[in-house]
């Protein structure tokens, strides 16, 4: 069965930076949308950056510039690197993935179009 464990969550300042790691393992096929989202209390889980089976990549605006999203196939683990952290970036992080042949498509940002879940990790961000 598909498990995604996430890592790399934590506390950090203003303009400082993170890296969250997904260790994604149990599936076999070969064309997929993985992807990060993240969720404050209260709120809808948001749709953060996408990665397809081909690299092709989207990011939501607030996040375009200073977050990456890429995956190491030979580890089958998906990474965000977060640079120019803002308070605002505060939330719970969640890694997902769903298995479909065309990939990501143009509404990625909804978090029921993902079939599996990672637990979840803490990222807060002081001013």
């Known amino acids: 069965q598909v498990q995604l464990v996430e890592s790399g969550g934590g506390s950090e300042q203003a303009g400082g930076s993170l890296r969250l790691s997904c260790a994604v393992s149990?599936?076999?096929?070969?064309?997929?949308?993985m992807g990060w989202f993240r969720q404050v209390s209260g709120k809808e889980r948001d749709g953060v950056a996408v990665?397809?089976?081909?690299?092709?990549?989207s990011y939501a605006d607030s996040v375009e510039g200073r977050f990456t999203i890429s995956k190491d196939n030979a580890k089958n683990t998906l990474i965000l690197q977060m640079n120019s952290l803002k308070p605002e970036d505060t939330a719970m992080y969640y890694c997902?993935?769903?298995?479909?042949?065309?990939?990501?498509?143009?509404?990625?940002?909804?978090?029921?179009?993902?079939?599996?879940w990672g637990q979840g990790t803490q990222v807060t961000v002081s001013s």
């Open positions: 997902a993935a769903r298995f479909v042949p065309y990939g990501c498509g143009g509404v990625w940002r909804r978090s029921s179009n993902f079939d599996y």
């Open positions: 149990g599936y076999t096929y070969p064309r997929y949308c």
């Open positions: 990665i397809d089976h081909d690299g092709r990549t």
